[in-house]
């Protein structure tokens, strides 16, 4: 997930190339109004977005009691940020640009 439609479509033709059905959202609402939420299994989000942000999103998951891995994303890391994901259970913290190959494999390793 991320308010940029071309990082959205990026992420979203590098999953299909390696055989995963991917599923985009604008924002953490659209994410969270969706009727197939339970049915995810992993959710790639970017950790600034309008509305509501990655962390936001991360901690309304767990008080919804949403179990999918979540890998975070930024172009922006800070140590606070990267302490505090991990800290509430996220499965990576990668920064942008995002190499392709540490995507795939952080979803993997999340999935697995």
Same mark, same amino acid.
């Given at each position: ?6 990082? *959205? ?24 109004? /969706?009727?197939?939420?339970?049915e995810?299994? /992993?959710?790639? #989000?970017? @950790? ?9 999103? +991360?901690?309304?998951?767990? *008080?919804l009691? /949403?179990? +999918?891995? @979540?890998?975070?994303? #930024?172009?922006?890391? #800070?140590?606070?940020? *990267?302490? +505090? &994901?991990?800290? &509430?259970?996220? *499965?990576?913290? @990668?920064t ?7 995507? @795939? ?8």
């Amino acid at each position: 997930m991320d308010d940029d439609p071309g990082v *959205r479509g990026s992420i979203d033709s590098l999953l299909r190339s390696a055989g995963m059905i991917a599923i985009s959202f604008s924002g953490a609402a659209d994410l969270l109004s /969706c009727d197939a939420l339970d049915e995810l299994a /992993c959710i790639v #989000t970017d @950790l600034h977005m309008p509305g509501m942000t990655g962390l936001e999103l +991360q901690a309304e998951m767990a *008080r919804l009691g /949403c179990k +999918q891995p @979540l890998i975070v994303m #930024t172009a922006f890391p #800070t140590a606070a940020a *990267r302490d +505090q &994901a991990l800290g &509430a259970g996220a *499965r990576a913290f @990668l920064t942008k640009p995002i190499d392709p190959d540490a995507l @795939l494999d952080a979803i993997e390793d999340a999935i697995h």
